[in-house]
């Protein structure tokens, strides 16, 4: 064959030129069969790089059918509400511009490593949450506490779409003001007011108490949510609620109806708009009154806050958070990617994308808020929020400020929208994929089973979502965020580690990603450090952390009762239960001593490897040489005396 050949065929996967070139063979061959290549030099095809997809590589799970798809959805995913409201909160209140150093550490030190780990598990086996578990079967508990914590925050993270939805057609319907920005509603009362109220305007003496509330916390509290007195009085359904979040489902089903194929269409837009909508809202607070002095609040450096435990310990939780390891997202993701895909690149490029816009976001939130402030008359920490008071409360509220208020409110609450989106499109794909290969005996009979099961796992879902639609629904949100995920996101991440740097072996892993990027990964000693030691030690720290300074859950003034907080604890053990239920599970099915069953639950099994032709079979070829390599020096080690233990040549001669 010449040395250099170039037409076009059909790859099998895509049209597009192949051309063959004369080079050295790629590293995962060299380590393996150095000596059979010494003398030779081998064609190997080498790819084009094309934008789309004509056909799936693995044709039973399919694939992105783009380069971005994958890329957008990641940053989809990662970036989503808790960027807006969350982070710029957390900022301001623990010292301001101060708290970007151990925020910008925690992404250093365990974000990037956590999700280049994941993404590489995921895009390696072509598996999700369950399936992945291959690589260790004792632990696949571990993969069913990941769809059961998934689960459960899918069924609450489409409330909060559907108070998204609440707020988006209650803009488009009252042109030319807002309904929240005035106090004669038929949901308001006499305590109402249409602005920030200060502190000094509350009257309170023995015999009279005056609480007044702004209107657009009237219209959040008294409209949208028609808050009873607590968690055990529900006192009905919201029936505007139920229609949105039906809503809300219909919209999820709608774009993720054909998994990747029509979710990674949609991200090209739900993962891009938001950033349009940043943009127009910076420029425009920017100007506003008071936008300096918001600013200022946010990035005011107080570097005393650094000695405090609890400043680090929720810098990184909120990466852990936001980024997304150990929700089986990244992995069910990136396990549609083909087999070649530049991991280690978009594992790189999508952490800082997502705390460049935690840090944007900040901007355009505190500008804001500066404004109320200033309009108000109060100082910015009086109006300063998060979760869903900087949401639906403060964020609405300055919104009435500005001229053409409808106008903002529809972008606002749109980008909001898409935000949400988002994420929930990878949250549910992450249980339906889960629950497809896990039942793949059957599921795969059926063509349309993943549609199937996606629709079944919707309506049981909105089924459970219908307790927070009633008039005491927000209470039981609170309470579901506050226990749901908070310990086993952290305890699943934690036994991931465990596997790749004690079990499986983060050698054998980077060697793993090598195969497929045919390319040395840049600081191998780095990532085995931070996988072994790192990692682990700080989500140690985190969950210590998270324990020392643990409260009951509350809602403004509202105090759970002991019941509903034991509930809570419940359903957040749910996801870790089946760890150790499982490993017990596994040791009394297999055969064999106890010794046996254990060495075999901890080493990947006969089917982990690639999934697709040809990589399965160089890979298990790759393996079948390093196994007998590794034969070939332990008989030689066998074979070998040492120097102090031969026979000497003299006393050979005179037993001669």
């Given amino acids: 064959m010449p040395a250099s050949i170039s037409k076009e065929v059909d790859s099998g996967h895509m049209v597009r030129p192949l051309s063959y070139q004369k080079t050295s063979p790629p590293p995962y061959i060299n380590d393996v069969s150095k000596n059979k290549h010494a003398q030779n030099e081998v064609m190997y095809p080498v790819m084009k790089e094309s934008t789309f997809f004509q056909e799936d ?27 807006v409201w969350r982070f710029p909160y957390l900022c301001y209140r623990n010292g301001g511009g101060a708290f970007l150093v151990p925020y910008l550490l925690a992404l250093l030190l365990c974000g990037v490593p956590l999700f280049f780990m994941e993404v590489a598990l995921g895009q390696f086996a072509s598996a999700g949450a369950i399936e992945i578990w291959k690589i260790a079967p004792l632990f696949k508990g571990v993969g069913y506490g990941t769809v059961v914590v998934t689960g459960v925050l899918c069924i609450y993270y489409n409330i909060i779409i559907a108070w998204v939805l609440f707020y988006f057609v209650m803009s488009l319907t009252r042109i030319p003001e807002v309904p929240w920005s005035s106090c004669g509603n038929s949901w308001n009362t006499d305590a109402c007011r249409n602005y ?98 918001g600013i200022y609040f946010y990035l005011r450096p107080d570097f005393k806050h650094l000695k405090n435990f609890k400043v680090w310990g929720e810098a990184f939780i909120q990466i852990f958070y936001s980024l997304g390891p150990g929700w089986g997202g990244l992995i069910t ?110 599921t795969k009979k059926w063509k349309h089973s993943k549609f199937g099961i996606l629709c079944i796992i919707s309506v049981v879902m909105f089924i459970l979502a219908l307790p927070m639609t009633t008039r005491g629904g927000m209470y039981v949100f609170m309470l579901l965020d506050w226990y749901a995920a908070g310990y086993s996101v952290m305890v699943i991440s934690f036994f991931e580690l465990i596997v790749v ?17 045919d390319r040395r990964v840049p600081f191998k000693f780095v990532w085995m450090v931070m996988w072994i030691a790192v990692c682990p030690v700080i989500l140690i720290f985190i969950l210590v952390i998270t324990a020392l300074y643990q409260t009951d859950v509350s809602f403004g003034k509202y105090s759970y009762p002991k019941y509903s907080i034991i509930i809570g604890w419940m359903v957040g053990m749910l996801s870790i239960i089946p760890i150790p239920l499982y490993a017990i599970f596994y040791l009394l099915k297999e055969k064999g001593t106890i010794l046996e069953r254990l060495q075999k639950g901890i080493r ?48 050979e001669s005179a037993v001669d």
């Fill in 57 to 83: 590589e693995n044709k039973e799970r399919g694939n992105w059918s783009g380069k971005l798809d994958f890329f957008l959805s990641c940053v989809g995913y990662a970036v989503g509400i808790g960027n």
């Fill in 196 to 293: 920030t109220i200060p502190k000094s305007e509350n009257m309170t003496s023995s015999s009279l108490s005056i609480v007044y509330k702004s209107s657009t916390e009237e219209f959040w509290e008294r409209y949208i949510l028609d808050l009873s007195d607590g968690i055990s009085e529900p006192d009905g359904v919201r029936w505007q609620m139920v229609l949105a979040l039906i809503a809300a489902w219909l919209i999820v089903i709608a774009c993720v109806w054909k998994g990747v194929k029509s979710s990674g269409k949609v991200v090209y837009f739900t993962a891009t708009f938001p950033y349009l909508v940043l943009v127009i809202l910076l420029i425009r607070s920017a100007i506003l009154p008071g936008a300096g002095n």
């Fill in 333 to 442: 993701m990136s396990s549609y990617n083909r087999f070649k895909n530049n991991c280690f690149r978009d594992a790189m490029i999508v952490p800082l994308i997502n705390s460049g816009t935690s840090i944007f976001a900040g901007f355009v939130v505190f500008s804001i808020l500066g404004f109320m402030a200033e309009e108000a008359g109060v100082d910015v920490k009086d109006v300063a929020k998060q979760g869903p008071g900087l949401a639906f409360v403060a964020y609405p509220e300055a919104l009435t400020h500005l001229p053409f208020s409808p106008i903002w409110a529809i972008l606002f609450f749109f980008m909001l929208l898409t935000l949400g989106l988002d994420s929930q499109f990878v949250m549910l794909e992450t249980v339906v994929t889960a629950i497809w290969e896990e039942f793949s005996l059957y």
């Fill in 501 to 517: 740097g004690y079990l499986y072996g983060p050698n054998r892993l980077l060697g793993d990603i090598e195969f497929m990027l």
């Fill in 604 to 651: 990947p099994s006969p089917s982990w490897g690639p999934a697709v032709e040809p990589y399965a079979s160089q890979y298990r070829s790759k393996m079948r040489n390093q196994h007998d390599v590794a034969l070939v020096y332990t008989n030689q080690a066998m074979q070998y005396t040492a120097p102090c233990l031969q026979t000497p040549v003299w006393a």
